[in-house]
C-alpha cells in the first residue's frame, strides 16, 4: 500500500536540545583586558569583577586626581547596590589624611567581593556543566521514535 498518513505538521522526530546558554567570548587574553577596562571604567558597579579588574581598581584608587572621582564613582556604585561598608570608606577615601587608610581597608573589602565572585562563578560553572550532563543524559537515553 502507500505510507502510514501522518497529521499536518507533526514531525517524525523531535530531538531534544540543550537550554541556549550565553557563551563567553574571546580568548584569555580578551577576558584580561575586558576586566581591566569593566574595573577602570565601572569600579563598584560591578560586582563580578576578577582579581585583574579588582586590582585596576585599587591601583587607580591610588591615583591622586583620579582616585577621587574613583572614589565618587564608587560611593554612587555603593549607594545602587546598598553597601553601606562600602560606601563609607568610599566616602572616607575623599578625606585626604585617612584617604590612605580607607584605600588600603577598601582593599580588603574589594578582595572580599572578590572572593565571593569567584565562588559564584565556580558554582555558574559547576551548574552549566550538571545542566549539559543532564541533557546528555536524556538525549542518549530517549529512544529514537519511528
Known sequence: MGRPAMQPYAQPY??????VMK??????IVRFFRDIFRGALLGDFALDLGIVGALTQVALA???VVGDICAIRDMMG?????DKLGFLLSAIALIPVLGGIAKTVDVIHNTHRVGQALVRSRNR???ARTQQ???RQAYYQQPPMR
Open 14 to 19: 523531535a530531538q531534544p536540545y540543550a537550554p
Open 23 to 28: 557563551q563567553r567570548r574571546g580568548g584569555v
Open 62 to 64: 591610588y591615583t591622586p
Open 78 to 82: 555603593d549607594i545602587y547596590h546598598r
Open 125 to 127: 560553572h559547576a551548574q
Open 133 to 135: 550532563a543532564y541533557m
